[in-house]
């Protein structure tokens, strides 16, 4: 189990991710744009760094809604390997048996 600390960090950037997804997003288009003026430009890049760090969706970090494990991550059941391997075990996952040849 990982320290419920960092669980909650997470969270809460997840959450400050949200509610500044479509400013940055406008913004990062102007700054990229290069009909716009260099001055519109640059003061959208100033208004872009007055945002939170942790604003920024690449802070977030993956991680396992069981055990909250950030590393061994399958994205498509958010489950680190771990996890994973003990619900198919137990056969909560449907679909899924352990392998035999």
Request: hydrophobic letters at 35%.
């Amino acid at each position: 189990m990982a320290k419920k600390s960092a669980i909650q960090k997470n969270i809460k950037r997840a959450k400050l991710v949200k509610s500044h997804l479509s400013k940055r997003s406008k913004l990062k288009i102007i700054c990229s744009d290069k009909s716009i003026s260099m001055e519109e430009r640059f003061e959208a890049q100033m208004k872009l760094a007055q945002c939170p760090r942790n604003g920024a969706k690449i802070r977030l970090r993956n991680r396992c809604l069981i055990t909250g494990r950030p590393r061994g991550y399958y994205r498509k059941f958010k489950m680190s390997r771990i996890a994973l391997r003990e619900l198919a075990l137990t056969g909560q996952i449907p679909g899924m048996v352990k392998s035999s040849w």
